[in-house]
């Protein structure tokens, strides 16, 4: 088995029971962000808290 498939899975059984597909789907998608996210930090593709701020600004006007 893949790793993905083997993560993928490990997700899925830690849920509850009843937990919907909306939420599984949810769950599997942040733990894909956060994967990306630390990669992207191991290769030093990072911006500043200050360069953010200024995106989020421009982007609000």
Do not use: C
């Not at 599997?28 to 962000?33: S, T």
């Amino acid at each position: 088995m893949s790793m993905a498939k083997r993560r993928i899975q490990e997700i899925i059984e830690s849920q509850p029971d009843d937990a919907t597909y909306d939420e599984l789907i949810r769950e599997i998608a942040f733990e894909r962000m956060i994967e990306r996210g630390i990669k992207d930090s191991r290769k030093e593709r990072v911006i500043s808290n200050e360069e953010m701020r200024h995106r989020i600004r421009a982007w609000q006007k």
